[in-house]
């Protein structure tokens, strides 16, 4: 038991000081957040690459959707600790997909209602003909009140930037 | 006529008030049915989809253009980064299978029957045909370049192709949502006309139902009022002549009685017997209408007091006994010693029950004997209290009143049997039940029962059964007037003499209630048995013989005290006797009766 509760301070440890170190992606961009952020590593954007968003805590959520047939269990990373990282301010997210669509989500979405970026189909990254590299992903199935054409709608696929407004 | 025509009416209008409540609530589930089916998930998903497919064929149609620009941008001053072209291609391709999956996907094999799906197909192989070129440009090796973007090129009519047929499909669909909504609005109509117009007659129906009733209300509330009015009347009238009767009856009576003592001979003296009887039961008669009236008006007011229960019992059961004749009727009574002492109960009107049931024994008994038992009641007692003592305890005890008389009529049997309805007043018209009507009522007012039945062996048995009330349970015979009693006769012997084997098992009854043992009750006395007996009653001495007498002889030197009933038919067993006992043989009254024996201070023939 203590040596559990020792671990769970270094790995907080590190964490903590991860969040005021955001370097430059060493491989192609994926994702580029902007607005009202505090850490950035290119001038008022902050850039990641698969390999950092892969370091971030992970979470994952098995459900149905209407875009694959099935149960699928999609695995990203946790807001909660994305948002601690970049020193989020605001209140919405601006989410923009490859094909330049757009739509704006409450942050409570990700702290209260339970969404998350998904980045793995059934352990597999998700690519851009499967609608990756990152889909905000609901919890359809533990949560039925939430399969309505609002949520369905705010399930953007294939996002490449991050906008954070007041 | 004119009842049976607002009969038919009143059904008429029952039942176009039931068939307008049925359409109402039909065209209500019907419209809200068909609200439900325009507005459900289903209808709003095909229409989501038709919606995504426009939006993905467009989407297809703006990747191919960008991925065409994307791509005549590049030359050798210009090469692809890494990833990008990869990048382009992914997109375009992600836009061909968003088309070819899911409900979309679904929904584009109809499209153009089934030249839509053609045509993606087509543009999908063509596409994939161009990976192994794009891995080319990818690694830097442009020779295949301007290939590709013929060929894209070429494709390009086939996009527009297939967007055509999309939107085309699209706009059929909304017409044909127009025409589904215009046909849902019709039908909607419709069914609000029907729901309206029938809400209108429903209306007007009911406005007409509430006259109606409204009137039916204030007609029967007349009759109430006046049935109201009645009953006051009625009771005024009765309480005014029970008054105005009351006294001349009683001056009858008193003068009769003041007659007695003017020396009138035996002739003289039976009809002045019968003027008295004839008074009081007059006098009685209008008490009893009196009190039916009241009941059934709801004026009767109870009085609940705590009593001695024993002793008030022995009174009323005496007090009923004085007009018999005891040389043909006997009357005999068990109380249960270990009831209540003192309990809570109205007296009157319990006196007034037994009194009653009694006396309606004497009317059909000729000869034989009445008994009274008193006992607890295994019956639940009822929730209610008297005002006075809403936290009581409750008991029940029951009061068995059996003769041996000629047995109970039918029309007395159903008048018992039938419900009683405080409410309607039902007088009995048998004059004989008028008694037994009032006991029932009564009974009821007291939150008790009173029923009847005709025994095999013959006669009537009338058990009440009531609550009474008592803050404490001392038993009768721990009480004080009866404990010293139960204390001195205890353990002491006595013989009972009898011929009638139910008078004298009442009569082993009540003195095994005091304490007493009795090894021997019979008609004649041919043995004596082997113990000390402290006392002989003798109820009935017409089957004794010269040895009864001798034995009797026998047990008076022994120290024997013998109690003789007043009654009993020989002067050679009235010379034996001790004392004579005249009156009903009440239990306690027995008691005390042997009690003042012991003591020698009894006085020949003194009446208990």
């Known amino acids: 038991?203590?040596?559990?509760?020792?671990?769970?301070?270094?790995?907080?440890?590190?964490?903590?000081?991860?969040?005021?170190?955001?370097?430059?992606?060493?491989?192609?961009?994926?994702?580029?957040?902007?607005?009202?952020?505090?850490?950035?590593?290119?001038?008022?954007?902050?850039?990641?690459?698969?390999?950092?968003?892969?370091?971030?805590?992970?979470?994952?959520?098995?459900?149905?959707?209407?875009?694959?047939?099935?149960?699928?269990?999609?695995?990203?990373?946790?807001?909660?600790?994305?948002?601690?990282?970049?020193?989020?301010e605001g209140e919405s997210l601006s989410l923009i997909a490859l094909n330049d669509y757009m739509i704006d989500i409450p942050i409570q979405d990700f702290t209260e209602v339970g969404a998350i970026f998904a980045t793995h189909m059934d352990g597999v990254p998700m690519t851009v003909r499967n609608k990756g590299p990152i889909m905000i992903i609901y919890p359809f199935d533990d949560k039925p009140e939430l399969k309505n054409e609002s949520y369905y709608g705010k399930s953007i696929w294939q996002i490449n930037q991050i906008v954070i407004n007041q | 006529m004119k009842g049976l025509g607002g009969d038919v009416k009143s059904i008429v209008m029952k039942r176009l008030t039931s068939f307008l409540l049925v359409v109402f609530v039909c065209t209500l589930l019907a419209s809200g049915a068909l609200y439900f089916l325009a507005n459900s998930n289903s209808t709003k998903h095909v229409r989501t989809t038709y919606e995504s497919s426009i939006w993905s064929s467009l989407q297809l149609q703006v990747q191919s253009y960008r991925?065409?620009?994307?791509?005549?941008?590049?030359?050798?001053?210009?090469?692809?980064?890494?990833?990008?072209?990869?990048?382009?291609?992914?997109?375009?391709?992600?836009?061909?299978d968003l088309l070819k999956v899911g409900s979309v996907g679904n929904r584009i094999h109809y499209y153009g029957d089934g030249r839509s799906i053609r045509i993606l197909n087509y543009i999908s192989a063509e596409l994939e045909l161009l990976q192994p070129s794009i891995m080319q440009i990818e690694n830097n090796d442009l020779s295949s370049l301007n290939r590709i973007i013929n060929k894209l090129h070429t494709l390009e009519p086939q996009i527009n192709k297939f967007v055509s047929l999309v939107n085309q499909s699209s706009r059929a669909y909304s017409v044909e949502q127009r025409e589904q909504i215009l046909e849902e609005f019709?039908?909607?109509?419709?069914?609000?006309?029907?729901?309206?117009?029938?809400?209108?007659?429903?209306?007007?129906?009911?406005?007409?139902?509430?006259?109606?009733?409204?009137?039916?209300?204030?007609?029967?509330?007349?009759?109430?009022?006046?049935?109201?009015?009645?009953?006051?009347?009625?009771?005024?009238?009765?309480?005014?002549?029970?008054?105005?009767?009351?006294?001349?009856?009683?001056?009858?009576?008193?003068?009769?009685?003041?007659?007695?003592?003017?020396?009138?001979?035996?002739?003289?003296?039976?009809?002045?017997?019968?003027?008295?009887?004839?008074?009081?039961?007059?006098?009685?008669?209008?008490?009893?209408?009196?009190?039916?009236?009241?009941?059934?008006?709801?004026?009767?007011?109870?009085?609940?007091?705590?009593?001695?229960?024993?002793?008030?019992?022995?009174?009323?059961?005496?007090?009923?006994?004085?007009r018999s004749n005891p040389k043909a009727v006997r009357v005999l009574s068990y109380i249960d010693l270990t009831l209540p002492d003192q309990a809570i109960y109205d007296n009157n009107r319990l006196h007034q029950i037994i009194f009653n049931l009694i006396d309606n024994s004497f009317k059909f008994t000729p000869s034989g004997h009445i008994?009274?038992?008193?006992?607890?009641?295994?019956?639940?007692?009822?929730?209610?209290?008297?005002?006075?003592?809403?936290?009581?305890?409750?008991?029940?005890?029951?009061?068995?009143?059996?003769?041996?008389?000629?047995?109970?009529?039918?029309?007395?049997?159903?008048?018992?049997?039938?419900?009683?309805?405080?409410?309607?007043?039902?007088?009995?018209?048998?004059?004989?039940?008028?008694?037994?009507?009032?006991?029932?009522?009564?009974?009821?007012?007291?939150?008790?029962?009173?029923?009847?039945?005709?025994?095999?062996?013959?006669?009537?048995?009338?058990?009440?059964?009531?609550?009474?009330?008592?803050?404490?349970?001392?038993?009768?015979?721990?009480?004080?007037?009866?404990?010293?009693?139960?204390?001195?006769?205890?353990?002491?012997?006595?013989?009972?003499?009898?011929?009638?084997?139910?008078?004298?098992?009442?009569?082993?009854?009540?003195?095994?209630?005091?304490?007493?043992n009795t090894p021997l009750h019979t008609y004649m006395l041919s043995q004596i048995p082997e113990q000390k007996i402290d006392y002989v009653y003798i109820g009935d001495d017409s089957m004794f013989d010269d040895l009864s007498y001798i034995n009797l002889q026998k047990l008076i030197n022994s120290g024997s005290q013998i109690l003789a009933d007043y009654n009993i038919s020989k002067n050679r067993t009235k010379a034996l006797a001790s004392a004579l006992y005249k009156g009903p043989l009440l239990h306690l009254n027995m008691g005390h009766a042997l009690n003042e024996l012991a003591h020698q201070d009894f006085v020949s023939s003194q009446s208990y």
């Open chain 2, 371 to 516: 008994s009274v038992v008193v006992r607890l009641s295994q019956s639940k007692a009822p929730q209610w209290r008297p005002a006075l003592y809403p936290e009581i305890p409750a008991s029940m005890i029951q009061i068995v009143i059996k003769d041996t008389g000629i047995g109970i009529s039918d029309s007395i049997l159903e008048m018992l049997q039938t419900p009683l309805d405080s409410q309607v007043p039902n007088f009995p018209e048998n004059k004989y039940c008028l008694g037994l009507y009032l006991c029932r009522a009564l009974a009821h007012l007291m939150h008790g029962e009173l029923s009847c039945h005709s025994p095999e062996s013959g006669g009537s048995e009338f058990i009440l059964e009531l609550p009474i009330f008592h803050h404490q349970i001392t038993p009768i015979n721990e009480g004080k007037m009866v404990s010293a009693l139960v204390n001195s006769l205890s353990n002491k012997n006595m013989i009972i003499l009898e011929a009638n084997d139910s008078v004298a098992h009442l009569m082993a009854m009540q003195a095994n209630g005091l304490g007493l």
């Open chain 1, 1 to 88: 038991m203590q040596s559990l509760k020792i671990c769970f301070i270094f790995i907080s440890l590190i964490f903590s000081s991860a969040s005021f170190s955001l370097e430059l992606p060493s491989t192609r961009t994926l994702l580029t957040v902007s607005g009202l952020i505090s850490n950035t590593n290119q001038d008022s954007n902050a850039l990641f690459d698969r390999y950092m968003l892969d370091q971030l805590p992970r979470v994952s959520i098995t459900t149905h959707t209407p875009w694959n047939e099935g149960k699928h269990t999609y695995t990203g990373f946790k807001a909660k600790e994305f948002f601690k990282l970049l020193g989020v």
């Open chain 2, 67 to 96: 991925f065409v620009d994307y791509l005549k941008r590049l030359d050798r001053n210009n090469p692809p980064t890494s990833g990008d072209v990869l990048f382009y291609y992914d997109l375009l391709m992600s836009r061909i």
């Open chain 2, 186 to 322: 019709k039908l909607f109509k419709y069914i609000m006309l029907i729901f309206i117009s029938n809400a209108m007659v429903l209306f007007f129906v009911l406005l007409t139902n509430i006259r109606t009733t409204r009137k039916a209300v204030n007609k029967a509330q007349e009759a109430e009022h006046q049935i109201e009015n009645i009953a006051q009347d009625k009771t005024h009238f009765l309480a005014t002549m029970s008054h105005e009767i009351n006294t001349p009856l009683d001056r009858v009576i008193n003068m009769s009685k003041l007659l007695r003592t003017k020396g009138l001979n035996n002739e003289q003296c039976q009809i002045l017997d019968t003027i008295e009887d004839s008074g009081t039961l007059l006098l009685n008669l209008i008490k009893d209408f009196s009190d039916l009236s009241d009941i059934a008006s709801n004026n009767l007011m109870l009085d609940y007091a705590p009593f001695n229960l024993a002793q008030e019992l022995e009174r009323s059961i005496d007090f009923a006994s004085m």
